[in-house]
């Protein structure tokens, strides 16, 4: 089964996870909602522990809308104008999995019961799987 996932650099993928940071912002946005794997980049920063190009929790993508002022807290971020606040909920760590990362929502291919697991902690019911065919969205994964 396929599940969108999105990479952040460390900490703020720990962040995440942490429960400390509810907000992700990008410049683009996203149609999708559901079931969203946080992974960390490979890319190593000082005073971080890591883990690093790996997945570290589920969350679900619950809206997708212009970032405000008042979004600075959740996100961990300064406002800035043009960002999207990608707004987490449900977040759940999980035991740190290797992941190759990569740029924009992309799709990772799970086990049929890891995924089901996912769905079960997060207390979704199944969803169809993602079809095969490129997002248009995604711009071919760049």
Do not use: H
Request: with cysteine; charged share 25%.
């Amino acid at each position: 089964m396929r599940i969108k996932a999105l990479s952040l650099t460390q900490p703020w993928a720990n962040w995440i996870a942490e429960g400390r940071k509810t907000i992700e912002t990008r410049m683009w946005g996203t149609t999708y909602r559901g079931p969203l794997l946080i992974c960390a980049t490979r890319q190593r920063v000082p005073d971080c522990d890591g883990p690093y190009g790996a997945a570290v929790c589920v969350a679900e993508l619950v809206d997708c809308r212009p970032m405000g002022p008042a979004d600075e807290t959740p996100a961990m971020c300064e406002w800035e104008s043009g960002r999207r606040a990608w707004v987490l909920a449900n977040v759940r760590p999980i035991a740190p999995a290797r992941i190759r990362g990569r740029q924009r929502l992309f799709d990772v291919i799970l086990p049929g019961d890891v995924y089901f697991d996912l769905l079960r902690i997060l207390g979704m019911p199944p969803v169809p799987p993602v079809p095969s065919v490129v997002d248009p969205e995604q711009g071919g994964g760049s």
